[in-house]
């Protein structure tokens, strides 16, 4: 099972003190909870969309946090707790694992590195944090934040002012000046007076040469991770959300966002100002025009432009009318 390096984390609780209404005939112990395809049987998963039913189909957890109408979508060995809003109750089960991933917290590690990584070439008035390991012949800007236990490799360049945290940066990465990376997602649930904030325990991973435009945001995995493939080139002052997977030789042009949980392909180019919605996927070789609006999955080779996005040769014939 592996470890969340980044965050604390609680139990294993019983899951009958999870749940009271779920009666068990023994004392059954949850050690995590993970999505559909990286649980095992001692975590707890959830399905609460019909995007996910391929998943589901194939999850290894012996119980789910689901609905009532999505529960035939489950494996026969995999037991529904049925649920009015799967939301609601995974943010209160992630809580209690992990009450400190809600809000990010001030890392008080924090010191000028001095001797430790002998490899590496820092500017001014860099900190970084405890457990931090960085790769040779890495270079590391003026006034950047390297936050504990994050995980850099080498021959990568790390701008001016930028801010690295619960993230993993493969070899030969260069992230521009003026990044935050690996904070926490825009995720809660509303609720009439206080909004309930959604834990985000997941992680930034940033594959060998990748390359990440200045002042680009990425955020941190909610409960899965969100990735960023090899040789993939964010422009300036992009967006990508929480849990979002972007795959190989991928070209997005600046001011591009990403809602969270979207899952694109390789070798996908987007033009500048266009929007992803989430939970979509989109296939390899996709190219989306500049300013389009993408709100349905998109099959693989399929060229789109407009809002919402269309063919192409739809979106131009269109046009001419």
Do not use: W
């Not at 070789?285 to 609006?293: A, F, L, T």
């Amino acid at each position: 099972m592996s470890t969340n390096i980044f965050f604390e984390r609680k139990g294993p609780f019983l899951l009958n003190k999870l749940f009271s209404s779920i009666s068990v005939g023994k004392k059954i112990k949850i050690f995590d909870i993970k999505p559909l395809d990286e649980a095992n049987t001692n975590d707890l998963t959830f399905l609460d969309s019909t995007n996910y039913i391929e998943a589901a189909k194939y999850t290894k957890a012996l119980f789910c946090l689901t609905t009532e109408r999505l529960k035939d979508y489950l494996p026969k060995k995999c037991k529904a707790i049925i649920v009015k809003s799967v939301l609601f109750e995974l943010c209160n089960v992630t809580r209690k694992f992990y009450p400190n991933a809600d809000i990010d917290n001030l890392d008080q590690s924090l010191k000028t590195p001095k001797r430790k990584f002998p490899t590496v070439k820092f500017g001014n008035n860099v900190l970084v944090g405890k457990n931090c390991k960085i790769g040779k012949n890495t270079l590391i800007g003026n006034y950047s934040i390297i936050e504990q236990n994050v995980l850099i490799g080498e021959n990568c360049v790390i701008g001016s002012h930028v801010v690295l945290k619960n993230s993993q940066i493969e070899n030969n990465v260069v992230i521009q000046d003026g990044c935050k990376i690996g904070l926490k997602g825009f995720g809660f649930i509303p609720l009439n007076n206080k909004n309930l904030r959604f834990p985000h325990i997941g992680k930034v991973i940033l594959k060998n040469n990748s390359e990440i435009g200045s002042n680009c945001t990425i955020d941190r995995g909610s409960i899965g991770d969100t990735i960023i493939g090899k040789n993939t080139f964010l422009d300036n002052q992009v967006h990508v959300a929480h849990n979002v997977k972007i795959g190989d030789n991928c070209m997005i042009a600046g001011q591009v966002g990403f809602a969270g949980s979207s899952i694109i392909g390789n070798n996908v180019s987007i033009g500048g100002q266009a929007g992803v919605s989430g939970h979509l996927k989109i296939g390899n070789n996709v190219k989306i025009g500049g300013g389009s609006g993408v709100v349905n999955n998109l099959p693989d080779g399929s060229i789109v432009m407009g809002y919402p996005a269309v063919p192409l040769k739809e979106f131009l014939r269109k046009s001419k009318k």
